[in-house]
């Protein structure tokens, strides 16, 4: 057979790695290198030339997006499906193992995945059932230090501590692990450590994998943690083989956890592995190219690398200044629409920023303009209200002692449960050791409630039931639309009448779409519900209902990593935003943005922009900021300035209730816009950014580049009106 189209499209190094023999390896190279595309190819060539069975390999990426591009890559490789092969985030692949071996797990066969926001909550309640004052133990640095610790792969029971403050950490821990335990949930942490423990405690389960995977494949290997790394430690055994593909300039995750030295790690552990290094990078303009590598070479410990590219030069890098965020996804939306009448992809620009609430603001410019787009991650499908309600119903019906599943239902739609009654079944379950749903259920039989109150907790123990029966044999999408009607969630937003309701509504009837369309593998004897939960709490995004429609993509720089687009913006390029305000005091975090910075702009073929507001409302405050200094970092001939062209209009949302059209009138008189730019006697440089009042009074506010934001009275402050 001819194999030689699997070389085909790879230069040299890159043939190399794809077509070595029986090996570990380490391809260790620079952004845009083609380190995913000798991936594939690998995994097409173990399966096409070396005959190894595609259940035989496993190939570890880190999102569900990436893992579905791999495999749709590898299958048009090859000309068949491989369904059977094992390709997925380490998440995934964890869950996969322990729903395998759920008793050896020592988990109920229908344990739960617990998301983020589901574990917080549950924090919160434990952190309340153990009389702790919530304020000063907040939920998230205990979901941190939980996490961080199970990252490290410790139990509560491995934990010594002399530190009072750790000390309760600790006990929250042990307390909340309980809880998880009793109602058969996991956290995303969990999945990983328990599957570590699964492999490194049983024998056979690790013996039957590890003859299993003769190759296992990591994308993306310089955000792996300690658990992650001890997992392919585990399922390589003595003989099996492992090629990881990494690049330390684009570790993003080290704040989660994550060890770049796992690098080096597995050169020391894997001492016969071949190195191959790539580096001339097919994806970005060689304008892009040498900014990326400006802005990197500022970083200290780099294991170092030479890219370089017989790309065109292309455009300069755009670099916009807008006076606040409201300009800036103006002039982003302006520049879309641009791209769009010249016969651009909407799908080919990607809008990328440091935080999730920066998306806000653009999205509204882009619904203003009816520019379609897709979010990922933030605003996942599964993560909206109503659908994690109605998944909540789904997950009280397949397994009553899912607490979590539980507090979110038992009220919702309210039926009179309060939250009185609430805290005397959390007391219950608490004084013995058991569930709500089991401490509900005693209540209700022993009379231990007043009369509406046990009436009220019985009908909804008896809905739960009998939802259990009328969905018994059912296909999903039945069991679905029958919970939604059922548990009268689907009434309660009809009922309401808003556009944001209405929207509710829209997403049920799309999550009743997406079980229609969800296809169940089958596998490890799970039902279709329990993968379609698993499928919800693990996919990010890749649910939304325009998936398929041209539309702009909008991410955080995190969730960019490994993609490409023709056309990127980089929103919000601030000091304090990015790099964020936690990172400016710490050099470690610093670099670390700064690769976050190197990831967003390797992510550009064609075109950069980047942009910054010199003022900005974020979390319901304004701030102040100077231009991002990864600007500065950036070779000035790279670079064309593009400055506000045109003086525009007060933004509604900024007007505040000082305005009148007078006194606009008079600000007009001034001379001075918003936005333009001013020199104050005393404190330098600045931009107008608002004002009040009229005649003689009207005050003028400036956000001065060094003195910061002041309000000065016009007919005193002597401003000269600079550009
Ligand atoms: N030898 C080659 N010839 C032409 N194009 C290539 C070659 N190798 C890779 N490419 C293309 O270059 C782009 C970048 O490749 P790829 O995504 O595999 O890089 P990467 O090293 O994984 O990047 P990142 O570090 O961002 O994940 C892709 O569009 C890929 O198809
Ligand atoms: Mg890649």
Redesign the pocket.
């Given at each position: 057979m001819d194999v030689s189209y699997l070389l085909d499209?790879?230069?040299e190094r890159?043939r190399a790695a794809v077509s070595a023999g029986e090996q570990d390896m380490l391809v260790l190279?620079?952004?845009?290198?083609?380190?995913?595309?000798?991936?594939?190819h690998r995994i097409a060539w173990l399966i096409q030339v070396m005959n190894y069975s595609p259940f035989s390999v496993l190939a570890v990426t880190f999102t569900n997006k990436a893992a579905a591009e791999m495999r749709g890559r590898v299958e048009k490789l090859l000309g068949r499906d491989v369904q059977r092969m094992w390709i997925g985030t380490f998440h995934g692949l964890a869950h996969r193992l322990l729903r395998a071996h759920y008793q050896d797990a020592g988990l109920p066969q229908n344990f739960q995945i617990l998301d983020s926001d589901d574990q917080l909550r549950l924090l919160k309640r434990t952190i309340k059932a153990l009389n702790l004052d919530e304020k000063q133990w907040p939920a998230k640095q205990a979901g941190w230090y939980i996490n961080g610790k199970k990252d490290d792969g410790l139990r509560p029971q491995h934990i010594e501590t002399w530190d009072p403050a750790e000390k309760t950490f600790l006990q929250i821990y042990q307390a909340y692990q309980e809880a998880c335990d009793r109602s058969g949930l996991v956290d995303f942490a969990e999945l990983l450590l328990r599957a570590h423990e699964l492999l490194r405690d049983n024998k056979h389960v690790r013996e039957h994998y590890q003859k299993r995977f003769r190759h296992i494949l990591v994308?993306?290997f310089q955000d792996t943690n300690q658990i992650q790394y001890a997992w392919v430690r585990l399922l390589a055994g003595a003989d099996n083989h492992v090629a990881i593909?990494g690049?330390d300039d684009?570790s993003i995750y080290g704040w989660r956890g994550a060890q770049v030295e796992n690098l080096q790690h597995f050169l020391r552990d894997f001492p016969r592995a071949d190195t191959i290094r790539?580096e001339?990078?097919?994806?970005s303009t060689s304008t892009i190219l040498k900014a990326a590598n400006q802005v990197i070479a500022n970083n200290s410990d780099r294991l170092g690398k030479d890219l370089w590219t017989e790309g065109t030069e292309g455009e300069p890098i755009t670099l916009y200044s807008a006076f606040n965020e409201q300009e800036e996804a103006r002039y982003i939306v302006a520049q879309i629409k641009q791209w769009q009448d010249q016969g651009g992809a909407l799908s080919d620009v990607a809008l990328l920023y440091r935080n999730n609430a920066q998306s806000r603001v653009l999205e509204e410019s882009l619904l203003y303009a009816s520019l379609p787009y897709r979010i990922y991650g933030g605003l996942r499908f599964f993560d909206r209200q109503e659908v994690k309600d109605a998944v909540a119903y789904l997950r009280l019906v397949s397994n009553r002692q899912d607490d979590a599943a539980f507090e979110r239902v038992v009220n919702t739609p309210s039926r009179g449960i309060g939250e009185r009654t609430l805290s005397l079944v959390r007391e219950l379950a608490r004084n013995e050791q058991t569930t709500m749903w089991n401490a509900a259920r005693k209540m209700v039989n022993e009379s231990m409630l007043s009369g509406r109150a046990r009436n009220a907790v019985a009908s909804f123990l008896d809905l739960i039931a009998q939802l259990e029966v009328e969905c018994a044999d059912q296909p999903l999408s039945k069991q679905t639309d029958r919970v939604l009607k059922g548990s009268g969630l689907l009434a309660m937003y009809q009922a309401e009448q808003s556009d944001k309701a209405e929207t509710r509504v829209e997403n049920l009837q799309e999550l009743v779409s997406a079980t229609e369309s969800f296809m169940p593998s089958g596998e490890e004897d799970m039902t279709p519900l329990a993968e379609f939960l698993a499928h919800a709490a693990l996919e990010a995004g890749d649910e939304q209902a325009d998936a398929y429609q041209d539309a702009v993509q909008l991410m955080t720089l995190h969730s960019a990593?490994?993609?490409?687009f023709p056309l990127v913006f980089m929103t919000g390029m601030e000091e304090g935003t990015f790099p964020s305000q936690m990172s400016s005091g710490e050099p470690g975090r610093l670099e670390e943005e700064r690769r976050l910075c190197y990831?967003g702009m390797?992510?550009a073929?064609e075109k950069l922009v980047m942009s910054y507001a010199e003022s900005r409302r974020l979390y319901g405050q304004e701030n102040f900021h100077r231009p991002s200094r990864f600007i500065a970092e950036i070779p000035s001939e790279l670079i064309t300035e593009v400055r506000v062209q045109t003086r525009i209009e007060q933004p509604a949302a900024r007007r505040s209730r000082f305005h009148t059209s007078a006194s606009h009138e008079a600000f007009s008189e001034t001379g001075f816009q918003l936005g333009q730019r001013v020199l104050h006697q005393s404190f330098g440089e600045g931009t107008v950014l608002n004002y009040e009042g009229t005649g003689p009074q009207s005050r003028i506010q400036v956000n001065f580049d060094d003195a910061g934001s002041k309000w000065l009275v016009v007919a005193y402050a002597k401003l000269t009106p600079l550009r």
């Open positions: 499209g790879l230069n890159q190279a620079g952004a845009g290198s083609g380190k995913t595309r000798v991936l594939v994308d993306e593909v690049d684009q790539l001339q990078n097919y994806r990593k490994g993609l490409e990831v390797t992510r073929m």
